[in-house]
């Protein structure tokens, strides 16, 4: 394992950090940082992951469109 430099604070107290994923893939990590002990709380836990989930879609680039089904061909002379 190489280590990657981890721009921050020198000693932070609190640290929370979530994978940025998409298509079983690992494309970063999303993390925070505070000087308070104890600082993150589950909710702020469930922000980043959702943070971290959209960064990931946009991250990952956009979702293929589906083309709208095609109008049948207008057909002369058709009797019903």
């Known amino acids: 394992s190489r280590e990657v430099p981890y721009p921050g ?17 690992v494309l970063g990590v999303l993390s925070v940082e505070s000087e308070q002990s104890m600082r993150f709380a589950y909710d702020d836990e469930d922000a980043l992951v959702s943070l971290a989930a959209l960064a990931s879609a946009h991250l990952n680039g ?9 109008a049948p061909a207008a057909t002369a002379g058709v009797s019903g």
């Open 9 to 25: 604070l020198d000693a932070p107290a609190s640290q929370l950090a979530v994978p940025l994923r998409a298509d079983g893939r």
């Open 62 to 70: 956009p979702e293929p469109v589906d083309e709208p089904p095609s």
